[in-house]
């Protein structure tokens, strides 16, 4: 009789997770999953029988761990600012899964960047409206600008490009969300883009004309 299989398919997912999260996506093969498991590769073959296979597997279980943390965010006080918090730090705790799923998602899966802000939208809708007596177009186009703050933020850290500390994030964060805010209630129609935008140009800076004559 053939051995039996000594690993789960759940098991071997986890374990490839965890091959990605130390050395991202790149350094998940055959081998290395193999060493994770302390086996040979004939576990993995037994439920996947591609590596392509896999990765998709794992992209699925990297998109759970995401989703922890989006949870956790919209349990706080202020749900969209604490998503957009999480998002951060899953940037900063998870920065390979972060650009499996942001920056380099295996060939051939939904998801991304994109689709995680339309999801997001869904989950924060309620609290912008309720919180700042916002329409849902209004409030999707509010957060839609302070979730590409958070995108920048996150995507420096994961590249080793950001020099701003979590106290300089936040400040930063907090400006652009007041500006935004104010601007929205200020400027009718600015959401959608019905306004006026030379006049209102001449109005902030004092000039008479597009080149200030």
Not at 14 to 40: D, F, H, N, Y
Not at 117 to 128: N, P
Request: proline fraction near 4%.
């Amino acid at each position: 009789m053939p051995p039996s299989v000594k690993f789960t398919k759940e098991e071997i997912v986890e374990a490839a997770l965890r091959v990605t999260q130390a050395g991202g996506i790149g350094s998940l093969t055959a081998r290395s999953l193999a060493a994770e498991l302390g086996a040979s590769t004939r576990p993995m073959f037994t439920y996947f029988e591609t590596m392509d296979e896999l990765k998709h597997e794992v992209y699925e279980a990297a998109t759970g761990v995401y989703r922890s943390y989006v949870e956790n965010g919209l349990a706080g006080p202020v749900p969209f600012l604490g998503v957009g918090q999480s998002y951060v730090r899953f940037a900063k705790e998870e920065p390979e899964l972060y650009k499996l799923l942001f920056l380099e998602r295996p060939e051939g899966v939904g998801g991304g960047a994109i689709e995680s802000l339309h999801f997001t939208q869904g989950l924060v809708r309620d609290s912008i409206m309720r919180i700042y007596n916002m329409d849902a177009f209004e409030a999707d186009c509010y957060f839609r600008d302070l979730w590409l703050v958070a995108h920048s933020f996150a995507t420096m850290l994961v590249t080793d490009d950001n020099a701003l500390d979590d106290e300089q994030m936040t400040a930063i964060f907090t400006e652009i969300s007041l500006a935004v805010c104010k601007a929205y209630k200020e400027v009718p129609g600015l959401a959608r883009g019905d306004y006026d935008r030379d006049a209102l140009f001449r109005e902030l800076t004092g000039s008479s004309g597009p080149n200030g004559s």
